[in-house]
């Protein structure tokens, strides 16, 4: 193996994190360019355009030409590389008790490093070969059944595509291979690795994206052939047999998208998403809690047909809005309550969702923007032969908060939202030129009580008929240190609702600092 696991105790991690961090900085120093003095009172004219003419060109630093170079070494290569550092502390995340029961602890506190190089390499002027690798290790100071050690972990083939513009000869451009894949807002379509946390978010897949002649119309037609196992199909550095997915998945998908009116952008979709269940490998832990299903990996075969509108309300620069909605049918493996049963066949789904965003600008100084948000998942209804829930598809990610993705984890599966009413306020704005800040509230409703009665080992339940999940705080600090540096600092408050049983309802928190360096 490349890497063997280092265990680095007593914060021994500290020291590599600060070596980094010192690093980026003298790197952004020696970048600087020796700034021009200002004239002062009483000095002489401005120099006219011979003497400027005249003047040298200051030198660039030594950092600053080999950043160029490496952004750009050969005509042909171009190349790129980021490194991010993180805290995340947690409290109540997925169990919503400060006492827990089963060694499932309440205080979560872990560091990740995340770093990427990429590169673009141009075969001809039409056709690009993308390539990125990614290795992101994680150092756990709690809960205990996480290990208090850093693990290096693997490095991962992030992108692996070949690009082709103008395939054929028409307006037509051809993605094979490992990518992102973002559709609309990214609602239904766009982390294709859930597992995995922020890591990654590619997708194996075949993409042609034909911009319709005279419309201002693109159709995107998409094969994703996903495989929950980071080892599929291109092995990674020091494989980990990881999972980054629960199934898996295949998928087809039909998405249109029309611009011609500012006022009313139009999109309308079809997807096809077909599930199948994977085993642990023998010998590998299992890395999920298999509470309440049977089986944390299930089947399905989802058909979505949904669209959306977009664009300024009546033509105004403040108001924007945005209204999407979807269907979904065909069959899914569930679970079905009463009695903590699993359902372990395959049941018709009839599922619908939805989500409308308005937002007012304020156009000012200041950028302050105010907004409104509804959105609907449907949820299980108990004692049926059908299954209900709509499924988020390849939107299991922290869209709208971090928290609400955590609590989830004892109920489908972290980051399956679903079973949901969510009401949203919030506000935006720059606080100077450099910090902004975003401040939202949401209440949280079930629209069905699926799990009625049941209790999980760890003591985290549900009621037998509360419908109100709780009400979410969100506060986020964003800061752009630099061209090349910039962080955040972001807070969230859970307070839970009658949804959860009695005892199932302390506060949870949650707190993430977070800076990242491009090069």
């Known amino acids: 193996m490349f890497f063997t696991e280092i265990r680095m105790r007593n914060g021994a991690w500290k020291y590599l994190v600060a070596l980094v961090i010192a690093a980026a900085i ?7 360019e020796t700034p021009k003095k200002e004239a002062s009172a009483g000095s002489v004219a401005a120099p006219t355009a011979t003497d400027v003419a005249a003047t040298p060109a200051v030198p660039k630093s030594g950092m600053s030409s080999f950043r ?24 109540n995340l997925d169990t919503l008790r400060d006492n827990t029961n089963n060694g499932r602890a309440s205080k979560w506190s872990w560091y990740q490093q995340r770093m990427r190089w990429w590169t673009k390499t141009k075969i001809n002027e039409d056709m690009d070969f993308n390539l990125r690798y990614t290795w992101e290790f994680r150092s756990w100071d709690e809960p205990a059944r996480k290990g208090q050690e850093t693990d290096l972990d693997e490095i991962v083939w992030d992108q692996f595509n070949l690009v082709v513009r103008n395939f054929g000869d028409m307006p037509l451009t051809m993605t094979i291979g490992r990518q992102d894949i973002r559709l609309g807002e990214g609602w239904l379509v766009f982390d294709g690795t859930p597992l995995d946390a922020a890591r990654t978010i590619y997708m194996d897949a075949l993409r042609f994206t034909y911009a319709i002649p005279d419309t201002e119309t693109t159709l995107d037609l998409i094969y994703i052939e996903n495989r929950a196992s980071t080892d599929a199909y291109l092995k990674p550095i020091s494989e980990g047999h990881k999972e980054v997915t629960e199934q898996d998945e295949t998928g087809l998908i039909a998405y249109l998208t029309n611009k011609a009116n500012p006022n009313m952008n139009l999109e309308g979709y079809f997807i ?14 299992a890395k999920r809690d298999p509470w309440p299903a049977a089986v944390w990996s299930k089947r399905a075969e989802i058909y979505t047909i949904g669209g959306a509108l977009s664009g300024k309300l009546a033509g105004s620069e403040h108001w924007k809005y945005r209204a999407e909605g979807a269907v979904q049918f065909g069959e899914k493996e569930g679970i079905n309550v ?20 308005l937002e007012y600008h304020f156009n000012d100084a200041r950028k302050n923007r105010i907004r409104g948000v509804f959105e ?3 949820g299980d209804k108990p004692g049926t032969n059908k299954v209900e829930a709509f499924d988020p598809l390849w939107g299991e990610y922290p869209q709208w908060s971090e928290i609400s993705c955590y609590i989830y984890n004892l109920e489908t599966m972290v980051g399956e939202v679903t079973n949901l009413y969510r009401l949203g306020l919030g506000h935006s704005m720059q606080l100077t030129e450099k910090l902004s800040m975003d401040s939202d509230v949401h209440f949280l409703f079930a629209d069905e009580n699926t799990r009625g009665g049941n209790v999980h080992a760890s003591g985290f339940g549900f009621s037998n008929s509360g419908k109100f ?27 839970p609702g009658d949804y959860y049983a009695d005892g199932s309802r302390d506060e949870a928190f949650f707190a993430r600092v977070n800076v990242d360096y491009t090069f």
């Open 376 to 378: 609907y998942r449907s």
């Open 26 to 32: 003298t790197s952004i120093a020696l970048a600087v």
């Open 469 to 495: 999940r709780g009400t979410l705080a969100t506060w986020v600090l964003k800061y752009a240190f630099s061209k090349n540096l910039n962080g955040h600092l972001w807070l969230e408050y859970f307070k």
């Open 68 to 91: 160029d170079w490496f952004h750009n070494p050969t005509p042909w290569l171009s190349m790129g590389a980021d490194i991010r550092f993180r805290y995340t502390y947690g409290w």
């Open 338 to 357: 009463p009695a903590n049963s699993a359902r372990t066949g395959m049941h018709k789904l009839m599922a619908f969702g939805t989500i409308e965003k």
């Open 272 to 285: 096809y998403k077909k599930d199948s269940r994977v085993d642990t490998p023998p010998g590998v832990p």
